[in-house]
């Protein structure tokens, strides 16, 4: 087991490399020029070149990308050419946002996809299992983004119930100074109820927006174990000697299931760091994928190469996270 | 099921359903072939010209003056826009596919058959690539490589192989030793025929069934980089690019600019998407027995 966890652990290091190769020589190979953007347009040329040696570009490539590498082995991400602060303190600064959204967007997932699948996995009757399928086929179906856009007509321009969809909080509300960053918990721990209905105002409807399509593979996922579960001898037995269905249900379903659902949740919330960027650019949440886009505008090369570069980090670490977690739970994994 | 468990009976006795799923693969189909014939005849029946701007007409709520959908910012129809991209959408949807089947049946065949070194390089190499976080990574090649529908087409092909290569390497490697692909070898066949006449007909099910989900796929990634901003250039009708210029006027109630679109994504997709759920009924007949 030591051996296999320091194998798995090891080839993290190689795939991050990989990725910020990749990443490197994609974003220069963009067409215009950071140091220009940055210069403005009233900038004259000495202006530019001087920038461009600030930030290296004047390097040849294979130095640029050697510099790039040495700077990521003592944990300097760059400096962002469109904020002029370290990307690191960028991305660590906004990175809190993003958690808020994707832990908000994975309950909504959970709180519908898992008792409507288990109720579609159980029911013999068609009616249910179909609906549950219905949803789910549904759900992988629409677009994050337009969802939100749909969500924003009927919830804030019609219903006028949801706040303005731009960002955390309201123009004026201060953010509690909290440990966490996600604006919600802190303002619960500062006991700030005003502010927590704020943030939790805002937060709802791009919550909807990335958690109602999430909750499609979960719906899909616990239908199927449950089904599979019911068929199983120990259940068939628990319920021949007369369990009652709520502890059936509540004790031997859900902890069987609670696994495999589980794994796929951490899965999620991985793919979701950079599957929430249009999301985020919808409601203008300041988070991580917002920051990249407007930096791929930029032409921000340190910038978008540190967040792809923290999303595939997050990837993998979940990754393996949940396969040494499962290889540990079940050892009949550890041959392969 | 509790009522249909007689003593008699053992408990994994399957339920008496018949589904294989061809309702919803008709239904699929049904609506793809509707979508395709309504896009191609479209210069045949639409009233108004889907690339021709008419500012007077700026924003007409949907069925004044004809305007089925209503009209846009530059007073565009909406509805004829929304058949007519239909096409964009199909093609870029059609290349992604050809270009991810081409990638990565091929790569998926050569790792699961040969194994060894070869595996390990390609198996290392989705490490690498499944890491990324595919939407930005379309967006930052797109931006370096111009747009375009062809482009577009590709790129999403690109990132969707990875799923195509770990499918028909799993399926190639349980089949690699089997009987019949140990007699073709005996008899003499190059490994290229081997893997042409036995081991990628034995692959077709799972390929089927994934190129219809990698479809729907496309279809809502292309949606998100018109939104964006980076996928078709900007006076052609695509349906992201129309949805992004839509929220213009979002905030003042002019919601048919974006929702119509976004509506088209939909139907598209989960044509798609029930087509993919058919035929993997139909291709694992586990699945298909048991619902």
């Given at each position: 087991m030591v051996g296999y966890t320091a194998r798995r652990v090891a080839w993290v290091v190689p795939i991050l490399l990989g990725v910020a190769t990749l990443t490197f020589f994609v974003s220069r190979a963009m067409p215009g020029d950071p140091a220009k953007i940055f210069?403005?347009?009233?900038?004259?040329?000495?202006?530019?070149?001087a920038i461009r040696a600030q930030f290296g570009f004047d390097k040849p490539l294979g130095v640029q990308y050697l510099d790039y590498l040495a700077g990521l082995a003592r944990g300097d991400l760059g400096t962002s050419v469109r904020t002029?602060?370290?990307?690191?303190?960028?991305?660590m600064g906004r990175f809190p946002a993003t958690i808020e959204l994707i832990l908000a967007a994975l309950t909504v997932a959970l709180v519908i996809g898992v008792p409507l699948g288990v109720a579609a996995g159980a029911s013999a009757r068609r009616g249910a299992e179909r609906f549950a399928r219905g949803?789910?086929?549904l759900g992988v179906s629409i677009p994050e983004f337009w969802l939100g856009l749909l969500l924003i007509v009927v919830f804030y321009s019609s219903l006028d119930i949801a706040p303005a969809p731009v960002g955390r909080l309201d123009i004026g509300v201060l953010a509690p100074d909290g440990v966490t960053g996600l604006i919600t918990v802190d303002a619960l721990l500062a006991g700030d109820l005003e502010?927590?209905?704020?943030a939790a105002g805002h937060l709802l409807l791009p919550a909807l927006a990335l958690g109602l399509p999430a909750a499609a593979p979960i719906i899909r996922l616990s239908a199927e174990a449950t089904a599979s579960l019911?068929?199983?001898?120990?259940?068939?037995?628990t319920r021949a000697i007369g369990t009652p269905p709520h502890v059936v249900y509540l004790k031997h379903v859900l902890r069987n299931i609670a696994p495999i659902v589980t794994t796929m949740t951490a899965l999620i919330f991985g793919f979701l760091v950079g599957g929430a960027v249009v999301v985020e650019e919808v409601?203008?949440?300041?988070?991580?994928?917002?920051?990249?886009i407007d930096s791929l505008h930029y032409n921000d090369y340190a910038a978008v190469q540190g967040f792809v570069l923290l999303a595939a980090a997050v990837y993998i670490l979940l990754f393996l996270a949940v396969d040494l977690v499962n290889t540990y739970l079940d050892p009949r994994k550890r041959l392969t | 099921m509790s009522g249909e468990v007689s003593s008699a009976a053992p408990p994994r006795t399957p339920r008496p359903r018949r589904r294989t799923g061809a309702r919803g693969l008709a239904l699929g189909v049904g609506i793809l072939a509707t979508v395709l014939l309504a896009t191609l005849l479209a210069p045949l029946y639409l009233p108004f010209d889907p690339l021709e701007a008419n500012l007077p007409d700026q924003y007409l709520p949907p069925g004044t003056d004809g305007h089925l959908f209503g009209t846009d910012r530059s007073g565009f129809d909406v509805f004829s826009r929304v058949v007519y991209g239909a096409r964009y959408d199909l093609l870029i949807a059609l290349i992604a596919i050809a270009v991810a089947l081409v990638v990565g049946v091929t790569l998926g065949l050569l790792a699961g058959?040969?194994?060894?070194?070869?595996?390990?390089?390609?198996?290392?190499?989705?490490?690498v690539f499944q890491a990324f976080p595919l939407l930005v990574l379309a967006i930052a090649v797109l931006g370096a490589f111009g747009r375009g529908i062809w482009i577009t087409g590709v790129v999403i092909g690109v990132v969707s192989a990875p799923t195509f290569v770990r499918l028909v390497r799993e399926q190639t490697r349980t089949i690699r030793d089997r009987m019949f692909v140990e007699a073709a070898r005996c008899s003499g066949f190059t490994e290229v025929q081997i893997m042409r006449r036995y081991v990628l007909p034995a692959n077709l099910g799972v390929i089927y069934t994934q190129a219809a989900t990698s479809a729907a796929w496309a279809i809502l990634l292309a949606a998100a980089l018109g939104f964006v901003g980076v996928g078709v250039p900007a006076p052609l009708p695509e349906w992201g690019y129309m949805i992004s210029t839509g929220t213009e006027g979002l905030t003042r109630g002019i919601w048919w600019t974006s929702v119509f679109p976004g509506l088209a994504i939909v139907l598209l997709a989960l044509a798609f998407t029930l087509i993919g759920e058919s035929l993997s009924r139909w291709a694992d007949p586990r699945r298909r027995r048991s619902r």
């Amino acid at each position: 087991m030591v051996g296999y966890t320091a194998r798995r652990v090891a080839w993290v290091v190689p795939i991050l490399l990989g990725v910020a190769t990749l990443t490197f020589f994609v974003s220069r190979a963009m067409p215009g020029d950071p140091a220009k953007i940055f210069a403005g347009s009233q900038a004259t040329d000495t202006a530019i070149a001087a920038i461009r040696a600030q930030f290296g570009f004047d390097k040849p490539l294979g130095v640029q990308y050697l510099d790039y590498l040495a700077g990521l082995a003592r944990g300097d991400l760059g400096t962002s050419v469109r904020t002029g602060h370290g990307v690191l303190d960028d991305l660590m600064g906004r990175f809190p946002a993003t958690i808020e959204l994707i832990l908000a967007a994975l309950t909504v997932a959970l709180v519908i996809g898992v008792p409507l699948g288990v109720a579609a996995g159980a029911s013999a009757r068609r009616g249910a299992e179909r609906f549950a399928r219905g949803v789910s086929t549904l759900g992988v179906s629409i677009p994050e983004f337009w969802l939100g856009l749909l969500l924003i007509v009927v919830f804030y321009s019609s219903l006028d119930i949801a706040p303005a969809p731009v960002g955390r909080l309201d123009i004026g509300v201060l953010a509690p100074d909290g440990v966490t960053g996600l604006i919600t918990v802190d303002a619960l721990l500062a006991g700030d109820l005003e502010v927590l209905g704020n943030a939790a105002g805002h937060l709802l409807l791009p919550a909807l927006a990335l958690g109602l399509p999430a909750a499609a593979p979960i719906i899909r996922l616990s239908a199927e174990a449950t089904a599979s579960l019911l068929r199983s001898d120990h259940l068939f037995y628990t319920r021949a000697i007369g369990t009652p269905p709520h502890v059936v249900y509540l004790k031997h379903v859900l902890r069987n299931i609670a696994p495999i659902v589980t794994t796929m949740t951490a899965l999620i919330f991985g793919f979701l760091v950079g599957g929430a960027v249009v999301v985020e650019e919808v409601f203008a949440w300041p988070g991580v994928g917002l920051y990249a886009i407007d930096s791929l505008h930029y032409n921000d090369y340190a910038a978008v190469q540190g967040f792809v570069l923290l999303a595939a980090a997050v990837y993998i670490l979940l990754f393996l996270a949940v396969d040494l977690v499962n290889t540990y739970l079940d050892p009949r994994k550890r041959l392969t | 099921m509790s009522g249909e468990v007689s003593s008699a009976a053992p408990p994994r006795t399957p339920r008496p359903r018949r589904r294989t799923g061809a309702r919803g693969l008709a239904l699929g189909v049904g609506i793809l072939a509707t979508v395709l014939l309504a896009t191609l005849l479209a210069p045949l029946y639409l009233p108004f010209d889907p690339l021709e701007a008419n500012l007077p007409d700026q924003y007409l709520p949907p069925g004044t003056d004809g305007h089925l959908f209503g009209t846009d910012r530059s007073g565009f129809d909406v509805f004829s826009r929304v058949v007519y991209g239909a096409r964009y959408d199909l093609l870029i949807a059609l290349i992604a596919i050809a270009v991810a089947l081409v990638v990565g049946v091929t790569l998926g065949l050569l790792a699961g058959y040969r194994g060894r070194a070869t595996d390990t390089v390609i198996s290392r190499l989705l490490d690498v690539f499944q890491a990324f976080p595919l939407l930005v990574l379309a967006i930052a090649v797109l931006g370096a490589f111009g747009r375009g529908i062809w482009i577009t087409g590709v790129v999403i092909g690109v990132v969707s192989a990875p799923t195509f290569v770990r499918l028909v390497r799993e399926q190639t490697r349980t089949i690699r030793d089997r009987m019949f692909v140990e007699a073709a070898r005996c008899s003499g066949f190059t490994e290229v025929q081997i893997m042409r006449r036995y081991v990628l007909p034995a692959n077709l099910g799972v390929i089927y069934t994934q190129a219809a989900t990698s479809a729907a796929w496309a279809i809502l990634l292309a949606a998100a980089l018109g939104f964006v901003g980076v996928g078709v250039p900007a006076p052609l009708p695509e349906w992201g690019y129309m949805i992004s210029t839509g929220t213009e006027g979002l905030t003042r109630g002019i919601w048919w600019t974006s929702v119509f679109p976004g509506l088209a994504i939909v139907l598209l997709a989960l044509a798609f998407t029930l087509i993919g759920e058919s035929l993997s009924r139909w291709a694992d007949p586990r699945r298909r027995r048991s619902r």
